[in-house]
């Protein structure tokens, strides 16, 4: 029979990219990490890591190795989920998700929490970040991402949530103090809120004629936070262009108003990646799907 802790804490080595990361993570020796893996490349009769001071490195073989062992410990955890689901008639287990800020603090927190709450013996890791996040090496179950059309080629299962469509937007406080705007040429000279940058190019294309035009705006307000700029907007700062997934209901409200429809800013796709569907365990596949569900309800309300 094979020692799982070997397989483990293989798995762990690589994962935090040597034995004192390791060491540091897991409050394991430093020697008794050491030991494991000597045992598991003398059984295998492979070299699975290169020693080295300088520099800490996989073999080919202990790279692909490292996939399988994966897969292996993810079973394991997944048979014992099962077991305790069956017992309880209750999702369980431990589930790590990423998410963009802007989508956790306005809708994927929300969906979590609601998730959780109709499940309370599953843990949910939610890690709010704009970083990307490599699935494998951090042991994600799903990575929600935004992304700009086409999507690059990847391994990893994607499917799409929802649609990533900026609109330009301004309030009724603001609309109030200037004349509409019939024409991408006024905006330059309006107020506007935007990124932490010091100008903003936006880059329209007409709905009908397709003809392509930029617009150069020097903001007055300038923040990496969306929540930011909407509250901005609302209370007449100036225009901005905006996810309409963060700004649809107050569309549907009035407290902001779409400028220039006939003009699209460029469109992506929210979606989420995972790594495989096979043997996904139960809560990561109930999240899933409630995932689907909430952004399908966003999209009708």
């Avoid at 800490?56 to 490292?66: E, I, K, R, W």
């Avoid at 937007?169 to 905006?187: H, N």
């Avoid at 035009?213 to 007055?220: A, E, G, H, K």
Wanted: aromatic content about 8%; some cysteine.
């Amino acid at each position: 029979m094979q020692n799982l802790n070997d397989y483990y804490y293989f798995v762990q080595v690589v994962k935090y990219q040597g034995y004192t990361k390791a060491n540091n993570a897991l409050g394991i020796t430093k020697s008794k990490l050491s030991r494991h893996i000597t045992d598991l490349e003398e059984r295998l009769k492979i070299r699975l890591i290169q020693r080295n001071t300088r520099k800490f490195a996989v073999t080919d073989l202990g790279q692909q190795f490292y996939e399988h062992c994966l897969k292996i410990l993810a079973e394991v955890q997944n048979a014992e989920d099962f077991v305790h689901s069956s017992l309880s008639n209750e999702l369980c287990g431990k589930i790590r998700i990423s998410c963009p800020v802007a989508l956790v603090e306005v809708h994927v927190g929300r969906m979590i929490a609601q998730f959780m709450s109709q499940h309370p013996h599953v843990e949910v890791q939610l890690l709010s970040t704009n970083d990307r996040v490599d699935i494998i090496e951090q042991g994600i179950d799903l990575a929600i991402r935004v992304r700009n059309l086409p999507l690059e080629n990847s391994d990893l299962i994607v499917r799409d949530l929802d649609a990533w469509e900026h609109v330009l937007v301004a309030s009724p406080v603001f609309l109030k103090r200037i004349r509409m705007p019939v024409s991408l040429e006024e905006l330059e000279a309006l107020p506007a809120v935007g990124f932490s940058r010091p100008k903003q190019i936006w880059s329209f294309q007409h709905t009908q004629t397709h003809e392509k035009q930029n617009v150069t705006l020097y903001p007055s307000l300038k923040t990496d936070s969306f929540t930011a700029m909407k509250e901005a907007v609302k209370a007449g700062v100036g225009i901005a262009s905006m996810p309409k997934v963060f700004v649809r209901e107050e569309l549907k409200s009035g407290e902001l108003f779409e400028l220039l429809p006939e003009w699209q800013l460029p469109r992506g796709v929210i979606h989420v990646a995972y790594a495989t569907r096979q043997g996904m365990p139960a809560a990561v596949r109930a999240l899933l799907e409630h995932l689907f569900e909430q952004f399908r309800q966003l999209k009708v309300e």
